[in-house]
């Protein structure tokens, strides 16, 4: 694991959902593309995102080495939000020395007004407050889920109002700590917890595909035009929300963020809203809950994606938007349970984090919690159904726990080299590729494809491995015309 000192970069690629009143009725920024609308039509819906990458892409992702660094003199702007101060910077937008205000992408420069400038700061400030309301509302309650998980199966036989006066004493062993720091509990969330310090509505990084980043522990956030956009379309700021998460020490702090999949756990509030039909069943980050979708709730993805997309010319799909929406409706099916259960999966993880992170560790599975707590919570139907499942696991009983036995005693390696930068960027092109970076299988596969040894990975320079992604990243996505 890093020092808790050291930063960890985040990023989030595309999507997001759920209209809201923050983007209806309200004046759009100056840089919003033209025509652009908002839908909960699962194919419209879908259609209007891929034309909204293509419209913003160029101007406003830092899709090319060429892309100039910058160092921004932008608009600066303070504002609070639950008593917690913060500076929003505009770094596109500069006051110029004679008055006018210039903006600046990656296709040219324009001027713009005073007015349009303040509809920029009025929308931004507007979808801060509204990522914050909507992930305090989410997470108001982490304490008491946390305690509850803990109180419920700590063996101590207690109430959570009892366990709240225990964690509060003094480790007598060490009197420095009190039960509740020793065990890393969470405290009690307000929405101020969500505010950072500094938030930049500017360039992305250069990775494509990704439209936010932040840097745990930093109180630091960039938003980008292309994620307001899509956001807007979806009606709801998921992206500024997703960001927010990061930056809430509450949730996301070293050393523990190395124990488990930050970007995962932040995605989760905003992935599950029922007018999104777009990031549960293409996101790369949630890879798992179609997964388990599959496993608990007889949605195969696979198959579905096959059955949407009848085929793939040149990157111009065509798919048959009927079973696209009878799909759309069954993943929102899935979404209500998901809805159910992950309150529960949150609060075993905050109350028990030391014991996961351990357990994470060991699987050398960053994602194992959620995972195994469906298992505890659902019967698989993976095999025909839950009877039919049911009745193979019972004839395979001991093969299972064999089986499994093996791979726990087998379990063990290092997780992923936190020092490895190379190695790290690969893992985050492989999420842009769709290709989950957990998955061996997955990852072999593209090894073998562009004849790559992991132990020449290590051995490339930061110059070396950028050239080795794009070549990738034009066979895989350029050339072919197709969509992150």
């Known amino acids: 694991m890093r020092k808790p000192t050291r930063m960890l970069t985040t990023v989030v690629f595309l999507l997001f959902g759920t209209i809201s009143a923050f983007a209806q009725a309200r004046e759009v920024p100056h840089y919003f593309p033209s025509g652009v609308i908002q839908t909960t039509d699962p194919v419209k819906q879908w259609k209007e995102y891929m034309e909204i990458l293509a419209a913003t892409g160029k101007a406003y992702e830092a899709n090319s080495n060429f892309a100039a660094p910058l160092m921004p003199n932008g608009v600066r702007v303070e504002h609070e939000i639950d008593g917690k101060k913060f500076v929003l910077i505009l770094d596109r937008h500069a006051r110029l020395d004679d008055g006018r205000i210039r903006f600046t992408s990656y296709v040219g420069q324009e001027l713009i007004t005073e007015a349009q400038l303040q509809t920029v700061i009025k929308y931004t400030l507007k ?23 803990l109180a419920g199966e700590s063996g101590l036989n207690t109430s959570v109002e009892e366990l709240e006066k225990v964690v509060k004493q003094k480790v007598p062993e060490n009197p420095k700590f009190t039960f509740e720091e020793l065990y890393w509990l969470p405290k009690k969330m307000e929405k101020k ?16 595909g990704a439209i936010g980043f932040a840097w745990l522990d930093s109180g630091l956030v960039y938003l980008t035009p292309i994620g307001q956009v899509a956001d807007y379309l979806m009606g ?11 930056a809430n020490k509450n949730l996301q702090s070293m050393p523990f963020a190395e124990a488990f999949d930050v970007e995962f756990a932040a995605s989760i509030p905003e992935m599950l809203a029922p007018e999104d039909h777009v990031r549960l069943q293409f996101h790369g980050y949630v890879s798992d809950l179609r997964e388990m979708a599959w496993v608990f709730f007889g949605l195969d993805y696979k198959r579905i994606r096959k059955e949407i997309v009848q085929f793939d010319a040149a990157g111009n799909l065509m798919i048959d938007e009927v079973k696209f929406a009878h799909y759309a409706k069954l993943y929102d099916q899935v979404k209500a349970e998901y809805m159910k259960f992950f309150p529960k999966a949150i609060g075993e993880f905050y109350g028990k984090i030391m014991f996961w992170s351990a357990m994470h560790d060991k699987l050398v599975d960053k994602r194992a919690i959620w995972r195994i707590m469906m298992r505890k919570y659902y019967e698989p139907t993976i095999l025909g159904g839950r009877e039919e499942t049911a009745k193979w696991l019972r004839a395979n009983e001991q093969n299972v726990k064999d089986d499994s036995q093996k791979a726990w005693d087998a379990s063990g390696g290092a997780l992923d080299n936190s020092d490895d930068e190379h190695m790290q960027e690969l893992t985050r092109f492989a999420r842009v590729l769709g290709i989950d970076p957990n998955d061996k299988a997955q990852v072999d596969k593209l090894l073998r494809e562009f004849k790559i040894k992991p132990e020449d990975l290590r051995q490339m320079d930061g110059d070396q491995v950028m050239k080795l992604v794009r070549e990738i990243l034009d066979k895989k996505l350029y050339s072919k015309g197709g969509a992150r």
């Open 236 to 246: 709801k700021p998921a992206v500024t929300q997703h960001e927010l998460i990061h």
């Open 127 to 149: 979808e801060i407050e509204t990522a914050v309301d909507l992930n305090y509302a989410f997470y108001q309650d982490l304490r008491k889920m946390a305690m509850e998980s």
């Open 193 to 208: 917890d969500f505010v950072p310090n500094e938030i930049h509505l500017g360039y992305g990084p250069y990775i494509p």
